[in-house]
């Protein structure tokens, strides 16, 4: 069978007959397609342009439900196939897991992180201490509304200003309370 050769119904193009060559079709001779792979794949590119010209937004909609029920219905698979590719990017380039957190989470550079730390003198915006007391390292406090970037600060002072909430109103009355009680 690998000296039959094969005649595609489109281009006239003769090749073996082989997968490399013409799709698999169990109803076709040599249980193959009557056209190549290039013509197939040719007629299906046309054909999908076609049904884009003539209805764009349901084929959008379509591929798009498509890939989020996939998504849906495999997504530990899904998930864990991300975190290996992730972790393969990372370990080739151990850099890049600090500017990719960098760029998607607060939409700037290490270097702008490094100048906006620099700027604050290398330490914790509001307590001051050069150590950032944490495993992880500093933290990047940023409003959770806009995404803007505020301050850098050490693991304790993040956990102060989420434990109030971000509310200005709340930490004042927090320091007062404190001042009268150490008066």
């Given at each position: 069978?690998?000296?039959?050769?094969?005649?595609?119904?489109?281009?006239?193009?003769?090749?073996?007959?082989?997968?490399?060559?013409?799709?698999r079709?169990?109803?076709?001779?040599?249980?193959?397609?009557?056209r190549?792979?290039?013509?197939?794949?040719e007629?299906?590119?046309a054909?999908?342009?076609?049904?884009?010209l003539?209805?764009?937004?349901?084929?959008?909609?379509q591929?798009?439900a498509?890939?989020?029920?996939?998504?849906?219905?495999?997504l530990?698979e899904?998930?864990?196939?991300?975190?290996?590719?992730?972790?393969?990017?990372?370990?080739?380039?151990?850099?890049?897991k600090?500017?990719?957190?960098?760029?998607?989470n607060?939409?700037?550079?290490?270097?702008?992180?490094?100048?906006?730390?620099?700027?604050?003198g290398?330490k914790?915006?509001?307590?001051?201490?050069?150590?950032p007391?944490?495993?992880?390292?500093?933290?990047?406090?940023?409003?959770?509304?806009s995404?803007?970037?505020?301050?850098?600060?050490c693991?304790?002072?993040?956990?102060?200003?989420?434990?109030?909430?971000?509310?200005p109103?709340?930490?004042?009355?927090?320091?007062?309370?404190?001042?009268?009680i150490?008066g």
């Amino acid at each position: 069978m690998t000296d039959a050769v094969k005649t595609c119904r489109k281009c006239g193009a003769s090749f073996p007959a082989t997968v490399e060559h013409f799709y698999r079709n169990s109803g076709g001779k040599f249980g193959l397609t009557p056209r190549c792979k290039s013509c197939v794949d040719e007629d299906n590119k046309a054909s999908h342009a076609a049904r884009l010209l003539r209805d764009p937004d349901k084929i959008r909609l379509q591929a798009n439900a498509r890939s989020k029920a996939y998504y849906q219905r495999h997504l530990d698979e899904c998930r864990k196939k991300g975190r290996e590719a992730a972790k393969s990017r990372h370990a080739a380039n151990p850099g890049l897991k600090r500017r990719s957190r960098l760029k998607s989470n607060y939409g700037m550079t290490p270097e702008q992180w490094r100048e906006m730390f620099e700027a604050q003198g290398c330490k914790c915006a509001i307590c001051g201490s050069d150590k950032p007391n944490a495993k992880a390292g500093w933290n990047t406090d940023h409003c959770h509304k806009s995404g803007r970037v505020r301050f850098i600060l050490c693991a304790h002072c993040n956990r102060g200003l989420g434990a109030f909430r971000d509310n200005p109103d709340w930490m004042r009355k927090a320091a007062d309370m404190l001042e009268a009680i150490n008066g």
